[in-house]
């Protein structure tokens, strides 16, 4: 009787002890993907700070630049923000302490068919348009802006699974449709914006 329940503790503090380091993971996960976002939020600040006083000094030189740097910021905040905005609605703590439905996030996102909700398609149109203004401004044809806008910004683009099946780009996107996985994936998205508007800073920088 004394080992059954001293099986019974040891199997049920694993347990505990397991969910522990799962909530810690995902909490380290959420959290360090945001302290990223933070900071390239005040590096991509400093830059268009620099730019805006380059433009005052030497306005035949930068006033061109700061115009398609100040449109490729407000399409990029366009997107962050509305990002940011359902975030808030969902409420990421909800998400990282499971209060939430299984299909809580999916369903602002898809509908029941697996097309997208108003929320949706609105989110697609500020990436698109992002998307769009990517080409405009890479006057240069420097392979890294077009590969990396074709590639996270294109949401006309056909994507594969691991079974070779194809995908659109938010079902690629939010493959993992729990809402810890969309939470994420929402999160990585803002990050790849940021990502392209900091590559774009890096070419305008060398020309």
């Known amino acids: 009787m004394y080992t059954n329940k001293s099986t019974l503790l040891i199997i049920l503090l694993l347990q505990i002890n397991s969910y522990a380091q799962h909530r810690l993971v995902s909490n380290t996960a959420h959290y360090s993907l945001q302290q990223t976002i933070d900071m390239n939020n005040e590096i991509i600040e400093g830059r268009t700070e620099f730019f805006e006083k380059q433009a005052e000094e030497k306005p035949l030189m930068f006033q061109k630049t700061k115009v398609m740097i100040g449109e ?18 969902v409420n990421s703590e909800r998400v990282l302490y499971e209060l939430l439905d299984e299909d809580h996030y999916e369903k602002v996102i898809f509908d029941y068919q697996g097309d997208l909700t108003e929320k949706g398609k609105q989110l697609k149109i500020k990436i698109d348009s992002l998307y769009n203004y990517s080409l405009r401004i890479n006057v240069h044809r420097l392979s890294q802006l077009e590969n990396y806008s074709e590639e996270k910004l294109k949401t006309s683009s056909d994507f594969y699974d691991h079974n070779e099946q194809k995908l ?11 809402n810890y996985g969309m939470m994420m994936s929402m999160n990585y998205l803002l990050l790849d914006v940021q990502t392209f508007q900091l590559l774009y800073y890096g070419t305008v920088m060398n020309y």
């Open 72 to 89: 490729l910021n407000r399409l990029s905040t366009n997107v962050i923000k509305y990002i940011s905005g359902i975030q808030n609605e």
């Open 168 to 178: 659109s780009y938010f079902h690629y996107l939010f493959y993992d449709k729990t």
